[in-house]
C-alpha cells in the first residue's frame, strides 16, 4: 500500500480540519497529517502519495505557510509521486477567484516530475472564475466551507473514492 501524507496551510482552521476528515477517510494516521509551517523536506519524500491543501486568500493567493515550503518543493525531483490538491475558498465573495490558491499550488509543482491525481469537474459549484481550472476542471478538490459547507462531506466522500480508484 503507498504511504501517504496530507500537509496543509491553515490560517482559521477550516483546511486543518477538511485535512484530517480527508486523513479519516484514507485511515491516513495523523501524525501524517502535517501543518505545512512544519515543513521538514526529509519528510516530505518518505511519501509515495502527497495530499496538498490550502486556504485561498484574496484574490487567489496561497495560504501564508505555504510560501517558504514551496520555495524548495518546487526544485524537488517528485516523478516517483502522486500529487492531490484540495483548497477552501469562498464562492460568494471571491467568485472571480475561487479556490484559486490550488491553481498556484499545481502549477508550482508543473516542474517537479509528480502525477496530479484527483480533478474535480466543476459541476455544483457556485462561482464565476479560478485560477485552480485545468481544461474546464479543478485541479483538486475545492471547498467552500463558507457557503457550501453542507456539501463538504459528501464531496469528500466522492474525492476520496475517486483517489483510491486513482492510486
Same mark, same amino acid.
Given at each position: 500500500?503507498?504511504?501517504?501524507?496530507?500537509?496543509?496551510? %491553515?490560517?482559521?482552521?477550516?483546511?486543518?480540519?477538511?485535512?484530517?476528515?480527508?486523513?479519516?477517510?484514507?485511515?491516513?494516521?495523523?501524525?501524517?497529517?502535517?501543518?505545512?509551517?512544519?515543513? +521538514? #523536506?526529509?519528510?516530505?519524500?518518505?511519501?509515495?502519495?502527497?495530499?496538498?491543501?490550502? #486556504?485561498?486568500? /484574496?484574490?487567489?493567493d496561497l495560504q501564508d505557510d505555504w510560501y517558504d515550503a514551496l520555495d524548495e518543493i518546487k526544485n524537488m525531483d517528485l516523478s516517483s509521486k502522486q500529487v492531490a490538491l484540495f483548497g477552501c475558498g469562498d464562492g460568494? %465573495?471571491?467568485?472571480?477567484?475561487?479556490?484559486?490558491?490550488?491553481?498556484? &499550488?499545481?502549477? #508550482? &509543482?508543473? /516542474?517537479? /516530475?509528480?502525477?496530479?491525481?484527483?480533478?474535480?469537474?466543476?459541476?455544483?459549484?457556485?462561482? +464565476?472564475? %479560478?485560477? +485552480? &481550472?485545468?481544461?474546464?476542471?479543478?485541479?483538486?478538490?475545492? &471547498?467552500?466551507?463558507?457557503?457550501?459547507?453542507?456539501?463538504?462531506? #459528501?464531496?469528500?466522500?466522492?474525492?476520496?473514492?475517486?483517489?483510491?480508484?486513482?492510486?
Open positions: 500500500m503507498k504511504k501517504i501524507g496530507i500537509y496543509y496551510g %491553515s490560517t482559521t482552521g477550516s483546511t486543518q480540519c477538511v485535512a484530517e476528515k480527508i486523513g479519516e477517510k484514507l485511515n491516513v494516521a495523523e501524525t501524517d497529517i502535517k501543518d505545512i509551517a512544519k515543513f +521538514s #523536506s526529509d519528510e516530505f519524500q518518505n511519501y509515495d502519495v502527497l495530499i496538498l491543501g490550502t #486556504s485561498t486568500w /484574496g484574490e487567489g460568494l %465573495s471571491y467568485p472571480d477567484s475561487f479556490c484559486g490558491a490550488m491553481g498556484t &499550488l499545481h502549477d #508550482s &509543482l508543473g /516542474g517537479t /516530475g509528480c502525477t496530479f491525481i484527483g480533478s474535480v469537474a466543476t459541476d455544483g459549484y457556485d462561482f +464565476s472564475d %479560478s485560477q +485552480s &481550472l485545468v481544461d474546464g476542471s479543478f485541479v483538486g478538490l475545492p &471547498l467552500d466551507e463558507d457557503n457550501e459547507d453542507n456539501q463538504t462531506d #459528501s464531496r469528500i466522500e466522492a474525492w476520496v473514492e475517486e483517489l483510491q480508484n486513482q492510486m
